[in-house]
T-cell receptor, first 114, second 113 residues
Framework: NAGVTQTPKFQVLKTGQSMTLQCAQD?????MSWYRQDPGMGLRLIHY???????DQGEVPNGYNVSRSTTEDFPLRLLSAAPSQTSVYFC?????????????FGPGTRLTVL | AQTVTQSQPEMSVQEAETVTLSCTYD???????LFWYKQPPSRQMILVIR??????QNATENRFSVNFQKAAKSFSLKISDSQLGDTAMYFC??????????FGAGTRLTVKP
């Protein structure tokens, strides 16, 4: 099993550009989520999904869109990048429908918005 | 909204000794879940231990144990027999049953040989 994979590992964008961060898992986990980690802060939940076709907002959803068309994939879209979105982004998955089950994290994507 | 506070930005401990990391949280909920995650320099997030609020017994995982004080809203992590591989950022996290997850700012732990 590859676990949770994220692409790209690094990305530089200009203000106003859009892009999609990819996340995939091969463990047949129902639950997937996206976090951002800023310096000096813990992870903050952006969006999550409890299964294909179901998504919900977390603590900091503004400026991001998600969709879940398959169990395996959970892409995060930045519609119009802003410098405030410079961060490290983590995708995670867990079995069952709750975060209480152990979350398996991807390696992260470091995004810089100029 | 739930908040999680880790009051120790940095800590250090000698190899083989014991260290305790502090965490407090604020919530009006009665049922929730608490976690400690470890983030080594590789940046990979790893679950260390978790606790269900309705369980009075403190969770233990090998050298890691927690002191859960529900009334005080405190959830500290004790690492016994510290090893060099324990050097990492440690994050305390709170989860509401609706899957709202909040993390503290972290404690950077250094284990010295």
């Amino acid at each position: 099993n590859a676990g949770v994979t994220q692409t790209p590992k690094f990305q530089v964008l200009k203000t106003g550009q859009s892009m999609t961060l990819q996340c995939a898992q091969d463990m047949n986990h129902e639950y997937m989520s996206w976090y951002r980690q800023d310096p000096g802060m813990g992870l903050r939940l952006i969006h999550y999904s409890v299964g294909a076709g179901i998504t919900d907002q977390g603590e900091v959803p503004n400026g991001y869109n998600v969709s879940r068309s398959t169990t395996e994939d959970f892409p995060l879209r930045l519609l119009s990048a802003a410098p405030s979105q410079t961060s490290v982004y983590f995708c995670a998955s867990s079995p069952g429908g709750s975060l209480y089950n152990e979350q398996f994290f991807g390696p992260g994507t470091r995004l810089t918005v100029l | 909204a739930q908040t999680v506070t880790q009051s120790q930005p940095e800590m250090s401990v000698q190899e083989a000794e014991t260290v305790t990391l502090s965490c407090t949280y604020d919530t009006s909920e009665n049922n929730y879940y608490l976690f400690w995650y470890k983030q080594p320099p590789s940046r990979q997030m790893i679950l260390v231990i978790r606790q269900e609020a309705y369980k009075q017994q403190n969770a233990t995982e090998n050298r890691f144990s927690v002191n859960f004080q529900k009334a005080a809203k405190s959830f500290s992590l004790k690492i016994s027999d510290s090893q060099l591989g324990d050097t990492a950022m440690y994050f305390c996290a709170f989860m509401h049953p609706n899957n709202d997850m909040r993390f503290g700012a972290g404690t950077r732990l250094t284990v010295k040989p």
